[in-house]
């Protein structure tokens, strides 16, 4: 059974940083390229980060680069996102979505992140 768990969202202050995991099983891992999405209440789902699945090569959202950071542990099947200096337009709920070969594709049920004093 294929599973996406995150964890690790909260509730912080301006400034503040937040480390977001996703646990995946039920698949080969390695051979799938690993993303985070982000649904704001009232906006459309959007991408934040990606991070492919040979050489670790990774993208940002132009609102992720310079304070986000994916990462991904081959052996323990997980996937991270380190996120500092938040911001309260960071707050969303953030997805982990896995993209495999022939089209296969996962989604975790999300982890609220919330940035407010």
């Known amino acids: 059974q294929v599973q996406l768990v995150e964890s690790g969202g909260g509730l912080v202050q301006p400034g503040e940083s937040l480390k977001l995991s996703c646990a995946a099983s039920g698949f080969t891992f390695e051979n799938y390229v690993m993303n985070w999405f982000r649904e704001a209440p009232g906006k459309e789902r959007e991408l934040v980060a990606t991070i492919h699945k040979i050489d670790d090569t990774t993208d940002y959202s132009d609102s992720a680069k310079g304070r986000f950071t994916i990462s991904r542990d081959n052996d323990a099947n997980m996937v991270y996102l380190q996120m500092n200096r938040l911001k309260p337009e960071d707050t969303a709920v953030y997805f982990c979505?896995?993209?495999?070969?022939?089209?296969?594709?996962?989604w975790g049920k999300g982890t609220a992140v919330t940035v407010s004093h």
């Open positions: 979505y896995a993209l495999g070969p022939y089209g296969r594709q996962y």
